[in-house]
T-cell receptor, first 110, second 113 residues
Framework: KNEVEQSPQNLTAQEGEFITINCSYS?????LHWLQQHPGGGIVSLFM???GKKKHGRLIATINIQEKHSSLHITASHPRDSAVYIC????????????FGQGTTLQVKP | NAGVMQNPRHLVRRRGQEARLRCSPM?????VYWYRQLPEEGLKFMVY????????ESGMPKERFSAEFPKEGPSILRIQQVVRGDSAAYFC???????????FGSGTRLTVV
């Protein structure tokens, strides 16, 4: 079993829809990261959160430490949101290295 | 602040050649991480360095791969005698310390022909 599991693996939405991507992890963590990667592009760090909820524009990330679960929400989705969204957690040992989920490929159609 | 700079963006090498990938961390960041993304696979940790020290290289292949982060200059990931299986995107990330967020570079896409 992977230490970080994301669902769904692929997601297609119509422009304007509300989107939720889920991430479950099995290790104890200090913080969880949500990353975005466009096709052939670099990686952008969207959020780092250790509790509660964070919001940035149309993006909202929540985390429940007790349940070891996090969600990334996109409100009023737009075709430019089409990308791979990756959840990552630090491995044990406090070295800072990240363990990644397999990613969720999102396509938003106009 | 230019962010994390990786170069080159694209690198083509013939089998048996050496590949050198460079990463300049953000100003003020002394922690550097290298990750590899094989085609159709997720990101995997390779090595974690601080200035002049390798802290964790548990993700590095035992042979042909090495990394350094000298006192002056960028971090270098070196792959000797490249093989087709080394073709991947290599990403560098930096942070101020392990408690802070990371900034990723744009990656170097290595193609071995």
């Amino acid at each position: 079993k992977n230490e970080v599991e994301q669902s769904p693996q692929n997601l297609t939405a119509q422009e304007g829809e509300f989107i939720t991507i889920n991430c479950s992890y099995s290790v104890g963590i200090s913080a969880l990261h949500w990353l975005q990667q466009h096709p052939g592009g670099g990686i952008v760090s969207l959020f780092m959160l250790s509790s509660g909820k964070k919001k940035h524009g149309r993006l909202i990330a929540t985390i429940n430490i007790q349940e070891k679960h996090s969600s990334l929400h996109i409100t009023a989705s737009h075709p430019r949101d089409s990308a791979v969204y990756i959840c990552a957690v630090p491995s044990s040992g406090n070295t800072g290295k990240l363990i990644f989920g397999q990613g969720t490929t999102l396509q938003v159609k106009p | 602040n230019a962010g994390v700079m990786q170069n080159p963006r694209h690198l083509v090498r013939r089998r048996g050649q050496e590949a050198r990938l460079r990463c300049s961390p953000m100003k003020g960041h002394s922690h550097v991480y290298w990750y590899r993304q094989l085609p159709e696979e997720g990101l995997k940790f390779m090595v974690y360095l601080q200035k002049e020290n390798i802290i964790d290289e548990s993700g590095m292949p035992k042979e042909r791969f090495s990394a350094e982060f000298p006192k002056e200059g960028p971090s270098i990931l070196r792959i000797q005698q490249v093989v087709r299986g080394d073709s991947a995107a290599y990403f560098c990330a930096s942070s101020r310390d392990t408690l802070y967020g990371y900034t990723f570079g744009s990656g170097t896409r290595l193609t071995v022909v």
